[in-house]
């Protein structure tokens, strides 16, 4: 397993070892402990550049992730999962709002990256409740809760 995380912004600390430890724990738990991925940590200007860009959306955004495992050369390494970008901004501002550590949002946003890279989609229809269990499961696994 290989995971490269870039801190990109110096608003706010990250802890990348952190971050790259607890990124290994989320692959494992989801059985994908032979997958890469790419963490890049960026401002809110940066995110929404690239939300606008790729996504035609011109606003800050939490996570955006990339797979490569679509499209005509997904196939070529199914190992290599892809890219998620997340604004350290705006993860500040969301654990704020719910009432969670940095380290919680971030841990969650990955979570919510990687489930995108696997092929999950909130926002297809029916798709948004499966998504937010399989998020809520991985995350107490991740932080060893149990799930009542």
Same mark, same amino acid.
């Given at each position: 397993?290989?995971?490269?995380?870039?801190?990109?912004?110096? $608003?706010?600390?990250?802890? =990348?070892?952190? #971050?790259?430890? !607890?990124?290994?724990?989320? /692959? &494992?738990?989801? +059985?994908?402990?032979?997958?890469?991925?790419?963490?890049?940590?960026?401002?809110?200007?940066?995110?929404?550049?690239?939300?606008?860009?790729?996504?035609?959306?011109?606003?800050?955004?939490?996570?955006?992730?990339?797979?490569?495992?679509?499209?005509?050369?997904?196939? $070529?390494?199914?190992?290599? =999962?892809?890219? #998620?970008?997340? !604004?350290?901004?705006?993860? /500040? &501002?969301?654990? +704020?709002?719910?009432?969670?550590?940095?380290?919680?949002?971030?841990?969650?946003?990955?979570?919510?990256?990687?489930?995108?890279?696997?092929?999950?989609?909130?926002?297809?229809?029916?798709?948004?409740?499966?998504?937010?269990?399989?998020?809520?499961?991985?995350?107490?696994?991740?932080?060893?809760?149990?799930?009542?």
């Amino acid at each position: 397993m290989r995971i490269l995380a870039t801190n990109k912004q110096t $608003v706010i600390d990250v802890d =990348l070892p952190r #971050i790259k430890h !607890s990124s290994d724990k989320i /692959l &494992r738990i989801l +059985e994908n402990e032979d997958s890469e991925i790419s963490l890049t940590f960026v401002d809110d200007a940066g995110i929404t550049e690239i939300n606008r860009q790729y996504l035609g959306r011109d606003y800050p955004t939490n996570v955006i992730a990339f797979s490569m495992n679509e499209g005509e050369f997904g196939d $070529v390494n199914p190992n290599i =999962l892809g890219d #998620i970008i997340i !604004s350290t901004e705006t993860a /500040l &501002r969301d654990a +704020e709002a719910g009432g969670l550590s940095l380290e919680d949002e971030l841990d969650y946003l990955i979570i919510h990256g990687v489930l995108h890279l696997l092929g999950y989609d909130h926002e297809l229809p029916g798709e948004a409740k499966k998504m937010r269990e399989k998020e809520k499961e991985i995350f107490f696994a991740l932080k060893k809760y149990h799930i009542e």
